[in-house]
């Protein structure tokens, strides 16, 4: 299992570690976060970090790989998250990604650099993967551009695709194809 992947002199991914939680309940608090992705409970509790450290850790344990990577920066710590769903499994033909980066460090091109070496690193390590989706809210378009830088590219826009907290949310599908 490959434990770290460096992305420059600054930034790594890693595995989520127990004394992640405190970056964890700091960045994960942001509304904006909250409002560009489906998932991310806010408020983001104690509880909530706890049990998303476990679930990273039995995530390790089932698949025998990291699937969700800590975004670590070498003098801030954890900064953000990147990692597959596993749509179609660790054999798979087919996955997506997502990813969340805190506020003090978004739009200085971390994310597009994290983003595509991840991708790299997807098309090596599973070797049966052939596509990488991910989906973005419209109301997030500098997620979309990080994508594209990426080499992901668009192929559609879908209305109504999600349901969080009782709306419906339309969402752009880009997706990049292992050369």
């Excluded at 450290?53 to 990147?82: F, T």
């Excluded at 559609?156 to 907290?165: D, E, I, S």
Aim: proline fraction near 4%; include cysteine; charged fraction near 25%.
């Amino acid at each position: 299992m490959q434990e770290n992947i460096l992305i420059n002199d600054r930034i790594s991914l890693t595995a989520f570690q127990p004394s992640d939680k405190e970056n964890l309940l700091l960045y994960m608090n942001d509304p904006v976060l909250h409002d560009f992705t489906l998932r991310v409970p806010h408020p983001y509790t104690e509880q909530d970090a706890d049990a998303w450290l476990a679930k990273m850790q039995q995530h390790i344990e089932e698949y025998g790989a990291i699937v969700n990577w800590a975004i670590r920066d070498r003098e801030a710590g954890v900064i953000g998250g990147i990692g597959a769903f596993l749509k179609t499994g660790m054999e798979g033909h087919n996955d997506e990604i997502g990813y969340w980066l805190a506020a003090p460090f978004r739009g200085k091109g971390i994310m597009t650099e994290v983003v595509t070496r991840y991708s790299e690193y997807l098309f090596t390590e599973r070797p049966s993967l052939a596509r990488l989706e991910a989906w973005v809210l419209p109301r997030n378009p500098a997620s979309a551009r990080v994508l594209e830088k990426a080499g992901y590219e668009r192929e559609g826009y879908c209305r109504k695709m999600f349901l969080k907290n009782g709306e419906y949310r339309d969402a752009i599908l880009l997706a990049r194809i292992k050369d």
